[in-house]
């Protein structure tokens, strides 16, 4: 790691790899972006707005960051059968279930109806947490 000091400002300046690897390293669920931040001497709200400019394709030469988080896929439980009828019960169907297991004990459930845009929001907040 380099670290340049111009002239009376003791700002470091970094570079947009360096960056990227460290919005790299709070991405993979084995450390919070305050372990991250302290491991690198910087500030978590520098951390946060880095993780936030790579998500917004902002980050210097950076275009992407990888936001893929683990997904299970079960099988559709069966339809419940009403005793009394021979058909399921439209109501009583049961639907497709997603849970996505953001790390660290955090999970988020959705059906097959769930808004995309809510779900989005949701899982971005998640994130950055």
Do not use: Y
Request: positive net charge; contains cysteine; aromatic residues 2%.
């Amino acid at each position: 790691m380099k670290v340049e000091v111009l002239g009376a400002e003791r700002r470091r300046r970094w570079r947009d790899d360096e960056k990227a690897r460290i919005v790299a390293e709070t991405l993979d669920g084995t450390a919070t972006v305050s372990e991250v931040a302290r491991r690198h001497d910087v500030c978590p709200s520098l951390v946060f707005t880095w993780r936030r400019q790579a998500r917004q394709g902002r980050l210097g030469g950076v275009t992407e960051v990888s936001s893929l988080l683990p997904v299970m896929i079960q099988a559709e439980t069966p339809p419940v059968v009403n005793e009394t009828e021979s058909e399921p019960t439209r109501s009583r169907r049961a639907t497709g279930v997603i849970e996505i297991d953001l790390g660290r004990g955090r999970r988020v459930r959705v059906d097959r109806d769930v808004d995309a845009a809510a779900l989005r929001l949701v899982l971005d907040l998640l994130s950055a947490r």
